[in-house]
């Protein structure tokens, strides 16, 4: 086993999360990166992810395997440019540890992150929310954890990471009125519920199994909702709820697309920016703005204050007939163009 195994070991267990105090999302991530990468240097290298030296990652291998991850993988730039951030902070980690990876620290430093398009937010109308909503079936118990989660995750607008963490301590359990969510970057916020979505709440936790993990929502075995697994079943309700409301079918929902979904429904509600950035737990209001881009309100209101240009008064005259006919005639015959 070469250098690099140690080091990375190092960077995942104890810089990341003791040093960096960075979340388990984050270190499961980077580690994704990392085996990743290492089984594509280790195919390209013709050697084991173990025999891979550190100096073996250089740029031109590193811009090897990014193109990869796009071209073969069908990964979009924002995944890339994850991946190239994970291997940034490894690098940054060993300058301070590995003073002969110093130089080749910098140059894979000096890689470029690739610019992305901003493209408008995907979200479901009232309606269409409201079909997915009714899509479980509330005399089952799996039906009923999971119109719990799909409301939650729409009012409270929380990403799929805070829905599948949220511990049963995070509720007020005796009015179920409010959460308390880690979010991204360690911010913490309460949020206020819909007397609907502490209706939806209670029904839940009057069946949750009473023995499992201490998380809010629990698969079939008794153990945490993961990531994958709330994507599953979103995906089940929003094939149902395409029955009922075509219009869904047409559109790609993930568990972002309902974050989405409450912060446009927010914005709508309360023409106010601000209040939708508090509510989803944003660092700043430039992480919002994509909403103000996506809601035509605010556009049609600018649109209306203005007063529009007027145009010159006129009166269309159609060509005469006959003088119409011998200038196409002229272009047309090669004895005219001739004599021009």
Partial sequence: MTALAPHLATFLREHLPRERRASRHTCEAYAYSFQLLLCFAAARLGTTPSGIEIEQLDPPLLLTFLEHIEEERGNSARTRNARLAAIKAFFRFLEYRLPS????????????????????????????????LDAPDPRRVPGIRDRAMLHLAFAAGLRVSELVSLRIDQIDRQTVASIHVMGKGRRERVLPLWKETTTALKAWLAVRPASGDAELFLNAAGRTMTRSGFEYVLAKHVATAALKQASIADKRVTPHVLRHTCAMHTLQATRDVRKVSLWLGHASLQSTEIYLRADPTEKLEALAAMAPPSLKPGRFRAPDKLLAMLKCKRQADPIWRGLR
Wanted: contains cysteine; positive net charge.
């Fill in 101 to 132: 990876c110093l130089d080749q620290a910098r140059r894979v430093r000096a890689i470029p992150m690739k610019k992305v398009d901003e493209a408008l937010v995907s979200h479901l109308t009232r309606v269409e929310m409201q079909a997915l």
